[in-house]
Structure formats: structure tokens, C-alpha cells
């Protein structure tokens, strides 16, 4: 779903502590990325290409918000049919938006050590090929939602997609440490297009998990951006994990998982949830808490620091939570 770094330790720069990871990406300044092929390139590689393109690692947190969403808009089991047709169409949603990414990106990710092995930097795919992909993808998604769910679910996709090339990657990316905060909306429509696809509308409790995810996404993020500081340094994008020190970035963190914790719990009054959703929430909501109080505190001291805890951390918990809204919702509907 999503890259795996975790534990060898690197050294951030002088006021930083040091941090911990377990994949080596090199020391010292960038480097360029491989040298694009030369001359035809083999179907199957091309085809992996294009699967690389979609990035379905990140895609599939994205799926495992959606399905319990949509059991709790229609308190039980949803059509199959329905399920099957948003799962899918999701996927191409997603995977549209990361291909126009790459495309914009290219420029960046052949500098950049854990981007250096993307098709349009390794030459697999050109960027006409991956943009024709990733119009292609925006159509067939917004036909598969809007003809087997809802048009309404259609808009959100085509909304979503929008806004994670125009908005985050277009504009805030490369001028803003504020940019995951707001570049972020873009995950969080996955969670209105689920409701939207069963129900046709998007009710309360559906905003809610859209806050949540909000308020989520960047103590998820600015762990991984204090990971590959040196990456977005050497490209100068603004990360809050690369401009900021780390006990500063860690107060944000601690912060935000405050925040997502506060609002996991709104739902409960909002959608009428019962003991089991309010059990994980708070367990699930708590063990993301600590890790990001741990975190910083390490900051503070000037101690090794493993930001990668609070990035799988947050991983977990969100999914915790999500199961949480899909088991209490069967049980008590």
C-alpha cells in the first residue's frame, strides 16, 4: 500500500536527532536517478510500468475506508454489485490521480533516491503514455461509478482527482509546508464516495469520517517526510519533516492525533455507534497517540528518533477504526 521504509539509522542534519529506518537510500547529497532506456521497451515491463503507475500500495488504505463506510450508510450489507463497482472504480479513480502525479513529478522523482525507480524515470513508459493512461483511468472510473452506483459518486471521483493534481500537486506541493494539510482533502473523498455510491447522498456521519480523515492524514505523512528529509531537501519541496526540526514537527504530530482521536469519537453521537466502535476508537485512537507523544519527546531529548513507528502506527489505527465502524454497524443495526 504504502512505501515500507522502517531501521537503519541516518543522521539529519545538525540540530536534528538522529533518525531511525531500515532501508538505506544513500548519504550525502542526491543523486540523479537511472539513465532512461534506450530503444523499444519489452511489452511486459511496459505493462508493470503501467501498474507502477497506479501506485495500488497507496490505493488500498484508500479501500479499506470505503467498504465499511458503506456498510454503516446502509447498516448492514451493502449490494454486492454496488461494493464490487466502488471498489473498482476507486481503484482507477485513485490510480489516475497517481498517474497524473508521476507525470508532473517526473522532473523531481529522477533526483529523489525513493523515487528513482518510477517507469517515466527508469524510461519503461514516456509521459505521453502515462498521461494517456491516466485520462483513460478518470474515464472508465466516472463511467463504472456513475452507470453501476451514483452519478453523485461519479462527481466526488472526478472531484477528487481534481483536486490532488490541480490542487496539491500542481500548486502546494513545491510552495508550502502547509501542503499536506490541505493537499490531503483528496484522501479524504474516498470515504463521501462510499456513502454516495449506496445512498445517493452524503449525510452527516459521512462528513465526519471526512474530518477524521483530515485531521488524520498529516501526523500520517510528516513521519515518512522526516524519514527522506534529505530527499525533499534536495528537491525543494517544502515538507514539514524537512523544513521544521523534529521536535517541532513532532508537536504537530502529537497534536493531530489528538485531533483525529477528538473527532474518531464525534462519530458516536453523529452516527448513533455502539460500545465496539467506541472501544476501538478509543484503543486504536490512544495507541496512535502514544507512538506520536513518544516521538516527540525523543525529539525534545535529542535522542535516536524511529518516525516510521508513528507512520505504521497511524496505518494501523485507521484501519482499526474503520473495522470498528464495519463490525459495530452489523451488530447493532
Not at 113 to 142: E, K, M, N, Y
Request: glycine fraction near 10%; hydrophobic fraction near 55%; proline fraction near 6%.
Amino acid at each position: 500500500m504504502l512505501p515500507r521504509p522502517g531501521g537503519r539509522p541516518l543522521r539529519a542534519g545538525p540540530d536534528s536527532p538522529r533518525i531511525l529506518s531500515s532501508e538505506h537510500h544513500g548519504q550525502g547529497g542526491a543523486r540523479a536517478g537511472p539513465a532512461p532506456r534506450r530503444g523499444r521497451v519489452p511489452f511486459g515491463r511496459q505493462v508493470r510500468g503501467y501498474v507502477a503507475l497506479m501506485k495500488l500500495r497507496v490505493v488500498e488504505l484508500l479501500l479499506v475506508t470505503t467498504v465499511p463506510v458503506m456498510i454503516l450508510a446502509v447498516h448492514g450489507v451493502p449490494d454486492l454489485v454496488v461494493v464490487a463497482a466502488t471498489l473498482v472504480g476507486g481503484t482507477l479513480s485513485a490510480g489516475a490521480a497517481n498517474a497524473f502525479n508521476m507525470v508532473v513529478d517526473r522532473d523531481i522523482d529522477r533526483v529523489m533516491h525513493r523515487t528513482r525507480h518510477r517507469p517515466l524515470v527508469t524510461g519503461d513508459l514516456s509521459a505521453r503514455q502515462a498521461l494517456v493512461f491516466a485520462f483513460l483511468l478518470t474515464a472508465v472510473s466516472t463511467l463504472v461509478l456513475g452507470l453501476l452506483t451514483t452519478w453523485l459518486a461519479a462527481a466526488l471521483s472526478l472531484a477528487a482527482i481534481g483536486f490532488y493534481v490541480f490542487v496539491y500537486t500542481m500548486w502546494l506541493k513545491r510552495r508550502t509546508s502547509q501542503n499536506i494539510i490541505w493537499g490531503g482533502i483528496a484522501g479524504c473523498f474516498p470515504v463521501l464516495i462510499g456513502w454516495a455510491a449506496v445512498t445517493g447522498t452524503v449525510a452527516p456521519a459521512a462528513w465526519v469520517l471526512f474530518a477524521l480523515i483530515f485531521l488524520w492524514t498529516p501526523p500520517h505523512y510528516w513521519p515518512l517526510s522526516m524519514r527522506y528529509r534529505d530527499d525533499y531537501s534536495s528537491v525543494g519541496v517544502p515538507m514539514l519533516g524537512a523544513v521544521r526540526a523534529p521536535a517541532s514537527v513532532g508537536l504537530q504530530t502529537v497534536l493531530y492525533a489528538w485531533a483525529t482521536l477528538a473527532c474518531s469519537l464525534l462519530l458516536i453521537p453523529v452516527a448513533g455507534m455502539g460500545p465496539v466502535y467506541a472501544l476501538v476508537a478509543l484503543g486504536a485512537g490512544g495507541w496512535f497517540v502514544l507512538e506520536t507523544h513518544r516521538l516527540y519527546a525523543r525529539a525534545l531529548a535529542g535522542e535516536e528518533i524511529a518516525p516510521m513507528r508513528v507512520f505504521h502506527a497511524s496505518i494501523g489505527s485507521l484501519s482499526l477504526v474503520f473495522l470498528g465502524i464495519a463490525v459495530d454497524a452489523l451488530l447493532f443495526r
